[in-house]
């Protein structure tokens, strides 16, 4: 099935809003653990930079898992960030640790091979240029940061798209449940994310399929 791009912000409040209100419960928390078994350490001191960190909720889980890390969060969409900012002012010795900036990639606000650890998830579906991506985990990674990616997956059909929406949104608002099919018909299949990881460069990163509508791309970059 071809790849359908849809717009790369979710720019608008009620947008941001039914994001921030869905329950990502089961894809965060699935995310959180594919970082433990990648077996970063104890990261203490790290910088730990989060792309596309909408409403926060990945970026606060880590900080919460991880007490000695520090995180920088980027996101482009401003109502976005003012649900993360919401988020961390109820959590403030998470919140001390995390700094939010409003940007797309590339980004000049983030620092050029400064990371210890770089973390995405839901963000690679909503670049019309998927390089921009990984372009940025060589220029503002260190040498041998670890990388985790997920994302969803494109299937195979748009009747198998009708039914994840089925599925995994029912009864939610009628936006989200939109943007959960425009996510799907705009995801890459896994391999064109090897094919994407090869062009970079970054092919000794890995690409698996880690649920019925998510790959992950993990490893460490070069160096």
């Keep these: 099935m071809k790849r359908r791009p849809e717009p790369e912000l979710m720019d608008t409040q009620e947008q941001a809003l039914a994001y921030a209100q869905a329950d ?10 594919l970082l433990r078994r990648l077996d970063p350490g104890p990261l203490d ?13 990945i970026s606060i889980r880590f900080l919460r898992a ?12 401003q109502p976005m960030l003012d649900l993360a900012r919401a988020a961390l002012d109820a959590l403030p010795g998470v919140a001390k640790r995390c700094r939010l900036i409003r940007d797309q990639i590339p980004s000049a606000a983030l620092e050029r091979g400064g990371y210890d650890l ?32 997920m994302d969803l997956m494109r299937p195979a059909s748009a009747g198998w798209v009708e039914a994840l929406v089925a599925t ?15 996510s799907l018909f705009a995801a890459f299949e896994p391999a064109e994310v090897a094919e994407q990881l090869a062009a970079a460069g970054l092919d000794g990163l890995e690409v698996g399929v880690v649920s019925d ?5 993990s490893g460490r970059l070069p160096g």
């Design 213 to 217: 509508r998510h790959l992950a791309v």
């Design 24 to 33: 990502f419960n089961e894809s965060n928390t699935l995310f959180i653990d």
């Design 66 to 77: 991880w007490p000695k890390a520090s995180c920088d969060a980027l996101d482009g969409s």
């Design 118 to 149: 770089i973390i995405s998830n839901s963000l690679l579906h909503h670049l019309h240029d998927p390089q921009v991506l990984w372009r940025t985990l060589i220029e503002t990674g260190k040498p041998g940061a670890l990388v985790l990616i």
């Design 168 to 182: 995994y949104a029912d009864g939610e608002p009628k936006v989200l449940r939109d943007d959960f099919r425009n």
């Design 45 to 57: 001191g790290a910088r730990v930079l989060d792309l596309g960190c909408g409403p926060a909720d």
